[in-house]
């Protein structure tokens, strides 16, 4: 029997031991993020037209990067809850945002990251009374049971826009439609969504839901089918039988563009095999694409239309929507670097250690030019300015140092 995800939330959401509104006034957290995160200098260049001049350097921001204001919410929740909490055993179910320096503050900060071994959480050590914080992918609702029944106080910084994908599942759920979910099957995010989904199968891409359009109509091998899935289905999952009722819901981070053609393919599919008439007691589909993720991403294909001989994207390298960032570069056949944090840039011998999407990471010599360059620049929605600020002055020491050395 299916668990019913509303009436838990409903129940979790009333307990006194519950938390999804933080401690202090909006306003308040926004003064303290602007105190550790934001840049005078970002400011300056969002003040002229997102460019920046410096010698021989010329360097593009993207029009809207870095912090969302799901991102910004969370990390503030994070840290007024130490404040709230000062001597109280502090937990955290995952990374609170895909970005090294935050996650390195909170852990100086004494909040304790929950270890992951072979894929599953120890929870061993968390105790009653303990607090802690699901951080902005939000968590799977066996680890919001398992920590409301051992009485700890929980603080839920999940994004709302999160929480939308996981009502859009829900209904599924409930009028017995397959969520089939754009994402990545091991991600956070991705695998809090399907815990509260009913039957569901997780899709990485076009290629793969061209393969599941396949089957539908006919075009598909059972055996080969249940194992190219075996780990990206909900189990016991019949692609004969629930295949027949679909609904489409994303990982919010997931490239815009192919999110919709996805969901065009199925729409496509279902009226293929059973016609107009009856198409909507066969397909679903809700619009659970990020606001940010959005406004990020059109940014960007923006920014690669500039004349630019490089592209820096900065961000965490397991965040999802920072490598698409990276992939709208790649698709337009600018050379780009993907770094982390600006220590990856090395000013005494211009190198920078980046990771080439999809492989390992690897340094690069001399990856500054001589003569004068134009940069663009933008950043994942976990990045704050600071970290884009101490990039960009890295650059500039750099193109003044080359400039004498000419």
Not at 65 to 77: I, K, P, Q, S, T
């Amino acid at each position: 029997m299916l668990m019913d995800t509303q009436a838990f939330k409903r129940s979790l959401h009333h307990s006194e031991r519950y938390n999804r509104r933080g401690f202090g006034s909006p306003t308040k957290r926004a003064q303290a993020l602007e105190k550790a995160y934001q840049s005078s200098l970002i400011g300056s260049i969002r003040d002229n037209g997102y460019l920046l001049e410096h010698g021989r350097l010329r360097v593009k921001l993207a029009e809207a990067f870095g912090f969302c204001w799901g991102v910004e919410r969370a990390v503030a929740m994070a840290y007024e809850t130490r404040r709230h909490y000062p001597l109280e055993n502090i937990w955290i179910t995952n990374e609170i945002i895909h970005n090294p320096s935050v996650n390195d503050h909170l852990r100086n900060m004494n909040v304790r990251f929950i270890s992951a071994e072979n894929g599953a959480k120890d929870f061993s050590s968390v105790g009653e009374g303990d607090v802690v914080i699901l951080p902005a992918f939000g968590a799977t609702v066996q680890e919001m049971q398992l920590l409301h029944e051992r009485g700890c106080h929980i603080i839920d910084t999940t994004c709302p826009w999160v929480s939308k994908v996981w009502h859009t599942v829900e209904k599924h759920k409930k009028h017995t439609f397959t969520s089939i979910i754009h994402g990545k099957v091991k991600h956070e995010e991705t695998l809090a969504t399907s815990s509260f989904a009913g039957t569901y199968l997780v899709v990485l891409d076009l290629e793969e839901a061209q393969y599941v359009a396949d089957y539908i109509l006919g075009k598909g091998n059972r055996e080969d089918f249940l194992r190219h899935f075996s780990k990206a289905s909900s189990p016991g999952f019949d692609p004969d039988q629930d295949l027949q009722r679909i609904g489409v819901a994303n990982q919010t981070t997931m490239l815009k563009s192919e999110t919709e053609e996805i969901g065009r393919l199925f729409e496509r599919t279902m009226l293929k095999k059973y016609g107009p008439a009856v198409l909507s007691e066969h397909f679903l589909a809700f619009n659970t694409i990020c606001d940010a993720t959005e406004e990020r991403q059109d940014a960007m294909f923006s920014l690669v239309d500039e004349p630019l001989d490089m592209l820096v994207v900065i961000g965490g390298f397991n965040s999802s929507n920072t490598t698409h960032l990276q992939e709208i570069a790649i698709s337009r056949g600018i050379r780009s670097f993907h770094i982390d944090t600006p220590e990856r840039i090395g000013e005494e011998d211009n190198t920078i250690t980046h990771k080439p999407l999809g492989e390992d990471l690897i340094e690069e010599k001399n990856f500054l030019p001589d003569g004068p360059i134009s940069v663009g620049i933008t950043s994942g929605a976990s990045t704050p300015d600071r970290v884009v600020e101490h990039v960009i002055q890295k650059l500039m020491k750099l193109s003044d140092q080359k400039s004498e050395s000419i």
